[in-house]
Protein backbone atom coordinates (compact mmCIF):
# COMPACT_ATOMS: atom_id res chain seq x y z
CA UNK A 1 0.00 0.00 0.00
CA UNK A 2 1.61 3.24 -1.16
CA UNK A 3 1.70 5.66 1.99
CA UNK A 4 2.56 9.40 1.69
CA UNK A 5 3.00 11.71 4.51
CA UNK A 6 3.61 15.36 4.92
CA UNK A 7 5.15 17.15 7.75
CA UNK A 8 6.70 20.76 8.22
CA UNK A 9 3.74 22.84 7.63
CA UNK A 10 3.26 25.50 10.37
CA UNK A 11 2.69 29.13 11.09
CA UNK A 12 5.56 31.45 10.22
CA UNK A 13 5.06 35.47 9.14
CA UNK A 14 5.42 36.63 5.74
CA UNK A 15 8.25 36.83 4.40
CA UNK A 16 9.35 33.51 6.48
CA UNK A 17 10.69 30.01 4.96
CA UNK A 18 9.10 26.30 5.72
CA UNK A 19 10.67 23.00 4.43
CA UNK A 20 7.92 20.39 3.88
CA UNK A 21 8.63 17.05 4.05
CA UNK A 22 6.93 13.83 2.64
CA UNK A 23 8.01 10.39 2.73
CA UNK A 24 6.81 8.01 0.75
CA UNK A 25 6.44 4.39 1.11
CA UNK A 26 4.97 1.24 -0.63
CA UNK A 27 6.45 0.47 -3.42
CA UNK A 28 9.35 1.90 -5.92
CA UNK A 29 9.06 5.07 -7.41
CA UNK A 30 12.29 5.76 -9.60
CA UNK A 31 9.62 5.67 -12.88
CA UNK A 32 7.06 7.97 -10.73
CA UNK A 33 6.19 12.04 -10.98
CA UNK A 34 5.92 13.43 -7.07
CA UNK A 35 3.98 16.46 -6.48
CA UNK A 36 3.18 19.32 -4.04
CA UNK A 37 -0.23 20.59 -4.54
CA UNK A 38 -1.91 22.63 -2.14
CA UNK A 39 -5.92 23.55 -1.21
CA UNK A 40 -7.15 26.94 0.19
CA UNK A 41 -10.79 26.66 1.72
CA UNK A 42 -13.68 27.32 -0.77
CA UNK A 43 -10.63 26.71 -3.45
CA UNK A 44 -9.99 24.23 -5.97
CA UNK A 45 -6.42 22.28 -5.36
CA UNK A 46 -3.73 24.19 -7.23
CA UNK A 47 -0.35 22.45 -8.37
CA UNK A 48 2.47 23.84 -6.37
CA UNK A 49 5.60 22.01 -7.60
CA UNK A 50 6.52 18.31 -9.20
CA UNK A 51 10.19 16.68 -9.44
CA UNK A 52 10.64 13.26 -11.34
CA UNK A 53 12.18 10.95 -9.63
CA UNK A 54 15.04 10.48 -11.23
CA UNK A 55 15.44 14.08 -10.84
CA UNK A 56 16.09 15.10 -14.20
CA UNK A 57 13.06 17.33 -14.63
CA UNK A 58 11.35 20.03 -11.83
CA UNK A 59 8.16 21.87 -12.69
CA UNK A 60 6.51 24.75 -10.97
CA UNK A 61 3.03 26.58 -10.94
CA UNK A 62 3.52 30.34 -11.63
CA UNK A 63 2.39 31.49 -8.20
CA UNK A 64 5.50 29.91 -6.80
CA UNK A 65 8.23 29.71 -9.33
CA UNK A 66 11.19 31.54 -7.93
CA UNK A 67 10.00 31.47 -4.21
CA UNK A 68 9.92 27.47 -3.78
CA UNK A 69 12.22 24.53 -4.50
CA UNK A 70 11.43 21.00 -4.78
CA UNK A 71 13.93 18.17 -4.49
CA UNK A 72 13.86 14.48 -3.41
CA UNK A 73 16.36 12.36 -1.40
CA UNK A 74 16.11 9.00 -2.81
CA UNK A 75 17.98 7.42 -0.14
CA UNK A 76 15.35 8.26 2.10
CA UNK A 77 12.41 8.08 -0.20
CA UNK A 78 10.97 11.69 0.78
CA UNK A 79 10.73 14.46 -1.06
CA UNK A 80 11.04 17.84 0.37
CA UNK A 81 9.11 21.07 -0.64
CA UNK A 82 11.58 24.37 0.51
CA UNK A 83 9.52 27.24 0.47
CA UNK A 84 10.70 30.93 0.85
CA UNK A 85 9.50 34.43 1.06
CA UNK A 86 6.24 33.11 1.62
CA UNK A 87 3.04 35.36 1.31
CA UNK A 88 -0.49 35.24 2.86
CA UNK A 89 -1.76 34.01 -0.40
CA UNK A 90 0.16 30.92 -0.17
CA UNK A 91 -1.87 29.84 3.08
CA UNK A 92 -3.36 26.33 2.76
CA UNK A 93 -3.16 22.32 3.35
CA UNK A 94 -0.34 20.85 1.18
CA UNK A 95 -0.31 18.04 0.21
CA UNK A 96 1.87 15.83 -1.94
CA UNK A 97 1.03 12.74 -4.15
CA UNK A 98 2.85 9.80 -6.49
CA UNK A 99 1.09 9.82 -9.96
CA UNK A 100 -0.64 7.21 -11.14
CA UNK A 101 -1.88 8.58 -14.69
CA UNK A 102 1.05 9.63 -17.05
CA UNK A 103 -1.29 10.62 -19.76
CA UNK A 104 -2.48 14.02 -17.83
CA UNK A 105 -0.47 16.86 -17.33
CA UNK A 106 2.16 17.02 -14.94
CA UNK A 107 0.02 20.08 -13.25
CA UNK A 108 -3.44 18.55 -13.43
CA UNK A 109 -4.94 16.60 -10.01
CA UNK A 110 -5.92 13.65 -12.32
CA UNK A 111 -2.37 12.41 -12.44
CA UNK A 112 -2.23 11.70 -9.46
CA UNK A 113 -4.06 8.77 -7.57
CA UNK A 114 -2.08 8.72 -3.98
CA UNK A 115 -2.34 11.59 -2.02
CA UNK A 116 -0.96 12.13 2.13
CA UNK A 117 -3.10 13.55 4.77
CA UNK A 118 -1.71 17.21 4.33
CA UNK A 119 0.26 19.55 6.28
CA UNK A 120 -1.16 23.01 6.88
CA UNK A 121 0.81 26.16 6.57
CA UNK A 122 -0.37 29.32 7.53
CA UNK A 123 1.09 32.79 6.57
CA UNK A 124 0.50 36.14 8.71
CA UNK A 125 1.04 39.06 7.83
Known amino acids: QVQLVESGGGLVQAGGSLRLSCAAS????????MGWFRQAPGKEREFVAAIRWSGRSTYYGDSVKGRFTISRDTAKNTVYLQMNSLKPEDTAVYYC??????????????????WGQGTQVTVSS
Open 97 to 114: AVDTYPSEPYYSPRRYDY
Open 26 to 33: GRTFSGST
